[in-house]
């Protein structure tokens, strides 16, 4: 009689098998284990950015990403959605790359979209970055208008000298990759300058081709000329012709960490046009997300992991160059266009309590070279002390290769 019992409660058990939620539970299990080895890989590929002295923060400070307000806990607890969040974001940049290319399907190659599948084009290119936007962690969005006097600037009488065309060129600070982003969502959904080669992309290039973005061969050695031609004559199109979208250009070249700001390129000033300038502002209570310091990658999964991230654009009034602007601030640069990009550079300093920083380019590569080169330690091309760890490390390297090289002669 037991014996019977036993054998029908098997069966019971085996015909019910594991329901939806112990599917469930353990895809959960998995999915955070997996994000809890990626916060591990994370935390251990960038030990020496965690790990600067005080110094050497202060003399890069345009570059670091703040690693002291890192929470490992919240990380880890986050971690189950890295995945989840990655995913979601490549499908739908792979439905805006397909859609974006069924409606180029016999576009003009070298005039810019007009009538109906611009219109198409704008709408999706609107709202589907937004919804992978909000897949990945920034879940709110505000945009702000902000009122801002430029008579310290411009002169007294700047509003009524502020010409009433549309301005051709926009710019902004660039903190993250997420600012292209957010700028394809905006009403004017601008175009950008890009690489040559990112028309051939699998899925960006159809991208930036349709928006009518500015593509630059950076390899020729009148690039720079080559650039500027460019610029100015989009920028007269635009003014003129409707149907050329506006410019956005970050002056300052390079992603900082949007606590201060770099001197900006002059390029975006050359056309002597007037401009708009925006300012991205994000917000995250563990982490400053900027792009700064942290390969492309990792920093893509790293954002995954983020409890949330409030985006804030403020959009300030046009700026135009005026005599006014030239004779006060002649002392700021050699040419007009410099003078220009300095004003422009001003007026986000004081606006948003932003310090000037002296950091450039060359010394953002040098950071990322000493940071994620672990067969180099370019300790000598720092002027600042570093840790005293990766100092020592040094100093023991350079004896070792003393002695090779007399054992060598």
Not at 346 to 355: A, G, H, M, R, T
Not at 363 to 378: P, R
């Amino acid at each position: 009689y037991y014996s019977d019992i036993m054998v029908d409660n098997s069966v019971q058990i085996q015909a019910k098998g594991w329901g939806k939620w112990e599917y469930l539970l353990v895809v959960a299990a998995i999915l955070w284990v997996l994000g809890i080895l990626f916060v591990e890989f994370f935390y251990y590929y960038t030990r020496r950015l965690r790990m600067l002295s005080q110094n050497y923060k202060e003399r890069f400070s345009a570059f670091r990403n703040e690693p002291e307000k890192w929470n490992k806990i919240v990380f880890y607890l986050c971690s189950i959605f890295i995945l989840p969040r990655a995913i979601g974001f490549v499908i739908i940049s792979v439905c805006l790359a397909l859609i974006v290319r069924i409606l180029m399907i016999g576009a003009p190659e070298h005039e810019p979209i007009s009538g109906w599948r611009k219109c198409l084009v704008k709408f999706f290119g609107n709202y589907i970055p937004r919804v992978g936007l909000f897949i990945q962690s920034f879940v709110w969005v505000k945009y702000v208008d902000d009122d801002v006097d430029y008579a310290e600037w411009l002169g007294p009488n700047w509003k009524s000298e502020a010409p009433k065309a549309r301005p051709p060129i926009i710019i902004s600070n660039h903190t993250c990759w997420s600012d292209i982003l957010f700028a394809m969502t905006t009403t004017e959904f601008p175009a950008f300058i890009a690489h040559q080669a990112v028309k051939k992309y699998p899925l960006y290039g159809s991208i930036a081709t349709a928006i009518g973005s500015l593509f630059v061969e950076r390899a020729d050695e009148k690039s720079r000329n080559t650039t500027l031609v460019a610029m100015k004559e989009r920028a007269e199109k635009a003014m003129v012709d409707m149907k050329y979208p506006q410019l956005w250009v970050f002056p300052e070249g390079c992603t900082t960490n949007g606590k201060s700001l770099i001197k900006f390129k002059r390029g975006a000033f050359c056309p002597e046009a007037p401009i708009k300038p925006v300012f991205f502002e994000y917000y995250s209570p563990y982490c400053n997300i900027s792009f700064d310091a942290i390969p492309t990658m990792l920093h893509f999964f790293f954002i995954c992991c983020q409890p949330f991230t409030i985006t804030t654009i403020h959009r300030l009034p046009m700026i135009f160059p005026t005599e006014f602007m030239y004779n006060k601030y002649k002392h700021l640069g050699e040419g007009k266009a410099e003078i220009y990009a300095e004003v422009a550079r001003e007026i986000y300093c004081k606006n948003y309590s932003l310090p000037k920083s002296n950091n450039t380019l060359i010394e953002k590569v040098k950071l990322l070279e000493y940071l994620y080169d672990f067969s180099k330690t370019k300790v000598e091309q720092f002027s600042s002390p570093l840790t005293h760890k990766y100092t020592s490390n040094t100093k023991k390297k350079k004896k070792k290769k003393k002695k090779k090289k007399k054992k060598k002669k």
